[in-house]
Structures are given as structure tokens and as C-alpha cells.
């Protein structure tokens, strides 16, 4: 695995999605873990149902939130955004002033993300297996995707996060705000799987993992369901400090 931030010079060289698509080596492998390829499958039936029905929730701060994280980056900012879905509405957003990469284990989504968002580049895979440089991205982003991974890979995955943070670099992340042990079960009609710690043990792993948390708020969201909490976060890596 690469360990150090890419030369200037290659990035100036290489053309924008040839610049994002050398950060990734070995993005896309056999999805062993069970639980992964019910969401992976879950998704690939579900990928127009489940935009639709994101349309029906009501107080979603998601682009409250992504305003909060892109007036934070520069210009020219790389952004990495994990369990991308099918790209609208975020990774659109975020695309329009941003270099952006998004990663997602389902088919479906990527294949309505690359229509809906073509000036973004994508790749198919499990993001917690992703092999990327350190350093290579101003912001990461996971906006309701951490909770289908089991909860044991979570501080890793904040771990991961922080190590392709160049420094100063923004993590905005949806996270669960209740203790739910893994859960396997019908969600929109298909086989889904959910796995997340309560807010505290979340704010714990992401300062644990070296983020200083910018933003942290518990947002209650209206599902036709009913009504359900996630954790928001702006965790920042720490600027390289300067010299005096
Ligand atoms: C609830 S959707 C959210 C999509 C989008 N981020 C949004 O906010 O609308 C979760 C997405 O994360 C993806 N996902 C879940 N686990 C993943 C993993 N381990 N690696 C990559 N993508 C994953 C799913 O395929 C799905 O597209």
C-alpha cells in the first residue's frame, strides 16, 4: 500500500480522472463477508426504490450539513465519498465544485451514479478494503453507508479515513446514534443488513482515530416509518502545525 502523498508534479501531469483513478489500487474484489453481499445484492434490487424513497424523508440536514463541509474545503479539493448510492443528491452537489471519486459495493448504484453524476469518477468496491495513498484527499464523505458495515470495522474504517486525510482534511460521516448489534432483516422489501454503535462510542472512535470533531450534532430524521436519529460529523485531521 502506498504510503506517502503522490508527487505534485504526477498530479499536474496526469488528467483529473486519471489523477483520482491512480490513487486507487485494488478497489474491486470478491465481497466474502455475508453481510456485505446482502447489502451489496439488497441495493442492486432495490437502487431505484431507494432513491425514490429518499425523497419522502422529511428534515434530512444532509445538505446543511454538506454546505457546513464544502465551505470548509478549497476550490481545487479532492473528495473521496464512500457508499456513494446513486449520486444524487450529494455527489452532485459536491461535484460541482469538487474532484470527486465515489465508491460503492452495489452495481446498480454505481451504474445510476456514473448516468446522473458523469463529471465525478466511480469505482465498484467495499470501502473498507480500499487501498489508497495517504494524504491523497482534502475531504472523505459517508453520508448514511457506515451503518451497513459491520460495527467491528467501523474504528478501522475512521482509522483508514484519517490516514487518506491530507492534513487539515474533513471527514463528514451519518452515523448511527443507537447501540444496533449486526440486524439482518426486510428494509423496502428487500433483505438488508444494519450494524452501528451508540453516538458516544461513535465520537469516541472517531477522536480515537485522531479527528478533532468540528461538528457533532444528533439529527432526528422523519422516515415514512417513523422517526429515527443519526449522529452527524465533521471530524477534522489536525493541520500540520506551523512553524514559528
Ligand atoms: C443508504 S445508501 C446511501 C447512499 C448515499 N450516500 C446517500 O446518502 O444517498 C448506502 C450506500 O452505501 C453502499 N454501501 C454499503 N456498504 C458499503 C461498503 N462496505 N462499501 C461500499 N459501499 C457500501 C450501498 O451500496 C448504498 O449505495
Given at each position: 500500500m502506498p504510503r506517502s502523498r503522490p508527487a505534485l508534479g504526477c498530479r499536474r501531469r496526469l488528467s483529473r480522472t486519471h489523477y483520482l483513478a491512480s490513487l486507487?489500487?485494488?478497489?474491486?474484489?470478491?465481497?466474502?463477508d455475508e453481510r456485505k453481499r446482502v447489502v451489496a445484492s439488497g441495493y442492486d434490487r432495490m437502487a431505484e426504490r431507494y432513491l425514490e424513497w429518499g425523497g419522502?424523508?422529511?428534515?434530512?440536514p444532509r445538505h446543511r450539513m454538506l454546505a457546513a463541509f464544502s465551505d470548509r474545503l478549497p476550490a481545487d479539493a479532492r473528495v473521496l465519498d464512500l457508499g456513494?448510492?446513486?449520486?444524487?443528491p450529494s455527489t452532485q452537489q459536491l461535484a460541482q465544485r469538487f474532484h470527486v471519486l465515489g465508491v460503492d459495493i452495489s452495481r446498480s448504484q454505481l451504474e445510476l451514479a456514473r448516468r446522473n453524476v458523469p463529471e465525478a469518477e466511480f469505482r465498484l468496491g467495499d470501502f473498507s478494503e480500499l487501498q489508497l495513498a495517504e494524504g491523497a484527499f482534502e475531504g472523505v464523505v459517508a453520508l448514511y453507508a457506515?451503518?451497513?458495515?459491520?460495527?467491528?470495522?467501523h474504528g478501522q474504517l475512521f482509522v483508514d479515513v484519517f490516514r487518506w486525510l491530507a492534513p487539515g482534511g474533513l471527514f463528514l460521516a451519518t452515523l448511527g446514534a443507537a447501540d444496533s448489534p449486526d440486524w439482518t432483516g426486510e428494509w423496502l422489501g428487500e433483505e438488508m443488513f444494519f450494524s452501528s454503535h451508540d453516538a458516544d462510542a461513535n465520537r469516541q472512535l472517531m477522536r480515537a482515530a485522531g479527528f478533532d470533531l468540528m461538528v457533532d450534532e444528533v439529527a432526528v430524521t422523519h422516515e415514512p416509518g417513523g422517526d429515527v436519529s443519526f449522529l452527524w460529523v465533521i471530524g477534522q485531521k489536525p493541520p500540520v502545525a506551523e512553524r514559528w
Open positions: 486507487l489500487a485494488g478497489a474491486v474484489g470478491d465481497v466474502a419522502t424523508i422529511e428534515g434530512d456513494c448510492g446513486a449520486g444524487v457506515v451503518s451497513h458495515l459491520p460495527r467491528e470495522q
